[in-house]
């Protein structure tokens, strides 16, 4: 057996893809691959550019992880996917994944090809590590019960809008609201019950939402609703909307069947909002207000609160 056919047969045994390109670009060669969860013999691109395989976008930025390499002398780590519509044509018997993760680990080699440098590219596939990192993601920022933002996630979503509108002047309206009667409820039927009738209006509320909504629970009861490009009229005909859908409706129990209402809250982002404090206080006065004055009613503070504040 030659020592080069000992290496190369090494080489390709290997689990993850080595490709090694030249500065420009171009593939000058590639070795294994052997647990790459694609079947798919990447030794085809031998010769071939970046451009020619690669959405250009994509070629581009690959290109500057190998010039960077390269001038700075550094090992670079980056982490990229390709999405469905990106990936190459897989053999018939491999099951097109929605996305393909890798860890790119790009190193410069000591070696030319013809007048042009060259780096070593590892292509580590992680797509199960990102799909389980971002499953807990997904499971550390929803409420358990009802599977809607839960109150940390909402808070980071309510602080991000209050940042696009100052840099962008994206304006938009938070909605509060609680579920009237609650303790009844919990205290009459049962604690079950009272998660039954929590999911049962969070499903009523969701279905009349857009989708560039976002809703959450900030604690027992009570939620928040964010409602992208919209002043205090449109969120307070979004808000009746909202209410008079879950009173038309009856949640079905194991016991009985009950009416769900709520009390609503709203106002929009104003000028002198820096944080979440002014906006939610000024929600949650609203919300107060629907519930001191017989429940099941929207209240909008910029109409019918800051007149008797002032």
């Known amino acids: 057996m030659s020592e080069s056919y000992r290496y190369y047969t090494i080489l390709d045994s290997l689990p993850d893809h080595i490709f090694i390109f030249s500065e420009s670009g171009r593939y000058v060669d590639v070795f294994g691959g052997a647990e790459n969860e694609t079947g798919f013999d990447c030794k085809d691109f031998i010769g071939r550019h970046l ?39 897989l053999p018939a018997h491999v099951p097109k994944p929605m ?73 938009f309206s938070l909605i509060l609201f609680d579920i009237d009667k609650f303790k009844w409820v919990n205290d009459t039927l049962g604690h079950p019950a009272g998660d039954d009738v929590i999911k049962y209006a969070v499903k009523v509320i969701q279905q009349e939402l857009h989708f560039t909504d976002v809703i959450g629970r900030l604690g027992g009861e009570e939620f928040g609703i964010i409602l992208r490009d919209s002043n205090h009229d449109k969120a307070f005909k979004v808000a009746e909307k909202l209410r008079i859908r879950l009173a038309e409706t009856m949640c079905e129990l194991e016991t009985c069947s009950v009416r769900v209402t709520i009390s609503l809250g709203v106002t929009q982002i104003m000028p002198n909002d820096s944080s979440m404090r002014h906006l939610i206080s000024r929600a949650d006065k609203a919300m107060y207000y629907s519930k001191m004055h017989g429940r099941n009613q929207t209240c909008c503070y910029e109409t019918q609160l800051q007149v008797r504040e002032a």
Do not use: C
Request: glycine share 6%.
């Open 51 to 89: 451009h020619d395989i690669l959405p250009g976008e994509m070629a581009d930025e690959f290109l500057g992880y190998i010039n960077r390499a390269l001038s700075e002398n550094t090992t670079q780590r980056v982490k990229y996917k390709f999405e469905e519509e990106q990936m190459i044509e």
């Open 99 to 171: 996305q393909i993760w890798f860890e790119g680990i790009i190193k410069p080699l000591p070696l030319l090809e013809g007048e042009e440098r060259t780096v070593i590219w590892t292509a580590k596939n992680i797509t199960q590590q990102q799909m389980l990192e971002q499953r807990l993601k997904i499971l550390s920022e929803m409420d358990t019960l009802t599977e809607v933002h839960n109150r940390r996630s909402f808070s980071s979503l309510l602080s991000q809008s209050i940042k696009e509108y100052g840099i962008h002047g994206v304006t």
